[in-house]
């Protein structure tokens, strides 16, 4: 059982707001991956990290950050929310090692609105 | 330009029958492949996978076949079950590549019909 987390499920908030989203996992993975998914479309990578104090951008441009300080957590804030951010964000994380290092869990999602 | 294709959006079948679920990729670095199924207001969860040096890997009701040449791979189901009505994305990525990035097609919805 995947023991990853992210608050808030759901959030409505209006342009200009500061935002974090969050994202934990119970399971001891170097490995934690940010990814945007809008309706009907594919997962596109944002942000990943392969360990405390590393993180990388994706492969889609995105206007968030993120940090890693701890290896179970993994952030992600907007500085000025806008209507264009609306979007499903997914969190994931893996294990370090091997082809299981692809065998990527999947927190539950927070569902943003910008308004 | 999308590298992992997944052309149909939906797919519905009966009960019972078998369910294919098909996915194309353009990029002949990658070498290893995923299959994920995600339920409404849910994350995605793993499947099952296939590394390029195998043509098939099974796992109870799940199948994925992988023809390297054609750059296809296609994940059955059967005997489908009404639980089984899910979106299913496929994945793949290149070992090779100095990292575990994933390349997501864009899912294709399963309906299972009692």
């Known amino acids: 059982e995947a023991d990853i987390y992210q608050t808030p499920r759901y959030l409505v908030i209006g342009t200009g707001k500061k935002i974090t989203l969050e994202c934990s996992q119970t399971m001891g993975h170097d490995k934690m991956y940010w990814y945007q998914q809008d309706p009907g479309m594919e997962l596109h990578l944002i942000h990943y990290?392969?360990?405390?104090?590393?993180?990388e951008k994706g492969d889609l441009s995105s206007e968030s950050t993120v940090s890693r300080i701890r290896t179970e957590h993994f952030p992600l804030t907007l500085e000025s929310a806008r209507p264009s951010h609306t979007s499903q964000y997914l969190c994931a994380s893996s294990p370090g090692q091997g082809f299981s290092s692809y065998e990527q869990y999947f927190g539950p999602g927070t569902r943003l609105t910008v308004t | 330009d999308q590298q992992v294709k997944q052309n149909s959006p939906s797919l519905s079948v009966q009960e019972g029958r078998i369910s294919i679920l098909n996915c194309d990729y353009t990029?002949?670095?990658?070498?290893?492949f995923l299959w994920y199924k995600k339920y409404p207001a849910e994350g995605p969860t793993f499947l099952i996978s296939i590394s390029s040096i195998k043509d098939k890997n099974e796992d109870g009701r799940f199948t994925v076949f992988l023809n390297k040449s054609a750059k296809h791979l296609s994940l059955h189901i059967v005997p489908s079950q009404p639980g089984d009505s899910a979106v299913y994305f496929c994945a793949a990525s290149n070992s090779q590549g100095g990292s575990e990035k994933l390349v997501f097609g864009k899912g294709t919805k399963l309906t299972v019909n009692p």
């Open positions: 990029n002949s670095m990658f070498d290893y």
């Open positions: 990290s392969y360990g405390v104090n590393s993180t």
